[in-house]
């Protein structure tokens, strides 16, 4: 059973770009949490999705960031014009189906360096 | 709202030896989850261990216990017999039982502690 997997693994951009990030959870995990760690801390919840729908999205910035788990497909986590303060590890996390008290399972994390 | 400290930034143990990491937290609730994560250099976040409140019992996985001390809010973590491989950050995280509201079951993660382990 493959794990969390995280593309691309590093991404570089220039203020002003875009950044998309995606994330394809464990096979049966219909949960997906996003998280964001800035250098010398520890992470922090982003925006929680299930197919479809974004259940919490209490700890994203209201502008420019945006997620989707879609039907079919990986979840994306977008950051529209990019600030450097955006510079930070991306982390994906899945649970499965049957509720709030499973384990999240890390991917490897996205490294977005805003140039 | 939910906190967790870790208030050793960092540690040392020499191989072989015991080291105990210290975590508090501070909540309203009485059912929540608690983990410790590891993070080596590769950054990938790795789970070491899971306790659930409404367990007395602490949690062990082979070199790797707990101290839940629930009234005292109270979840270190001890790694016995500490390997070079145990060098890492560990971070320990809080995640409330409820499934409604606000809380649907992020993760709450401490500062972490930086491990280090001398041959």
């Known amino acids: 059973n493959a794990g969390v997997m995280q593309n691309p693994r590093h991404l570089v951009r220039r203020r002003g770009q875009e950044a998309r990030l995606r994330c394809s959870p464990m096979k049966g995990h219909s949960h997906v949490y996003w998280y964001r760690q800035l250098p010398e801390e520890g992470l922090k919840f982003m925006v929680y999705l299930q197919k479809e729908n974004i259940i919490d999205e209490s700890g994203m910035p209201k502008e420019r960031f945006s997620a989707e788990f879609p039907k079919e497909g990986p979840s994306i986590l977008r950051i529209q014009q990019v600030v450097r303060g955006d510079s930070a590890a991306y982390f994906c996390?899945?649970?499965?189906?049957?509720?709030?008290?499973?384990?999240?399972?890390f991917g490897p994390g996205t490294r977005l360096l805003v140039l | 709202a939910q906190t967790v400290t870790q208030s050793q930034p960092e540690m040392s143990v020499q191989e072989a030896e015991t080291v105990t990491l210290s975590c508090t937290y501070d909540?309203?609730?009485?059912?929540?989850?608690l983990f410790w994560y590891k993070q080596p250099p590769s950054r990938q976040m790795i789970l070491v261990i899971r306790?659930?409140?409404?367990?007395?019992q602490n949690a062990t996985e082979n070199r790797f216990s707990v101290n839940f001390q629930k009234a005292a809010k109270s979840f270190s973590l001890k790694i016995s017999d500490s390997q070079l491989g145990d060098a890492a950050m560990y971070f320990c995280?809080?995640?409330?039982?409820?499934?409604?509201?606000?809380?649907?079951?992020?993760?709450?993660f401490g500062k972490g502690t930086k491990l280090s382990v001398k041959p």
């Open positions: 995280a809080y995640r409330s039982a409820k499934n409604y509201g606000g809380s649907q079951g992020n993760l709450i």
């Open positions: 996390a899945s649970s499965p189906r049957t509720g709030v008290g499973e384990t999240q399972y």
């Open positions: 306790q659930e409140a409404y367990k007395q």
């Open positions: 909540t309203s609730e009485s059912d929540y989850y």
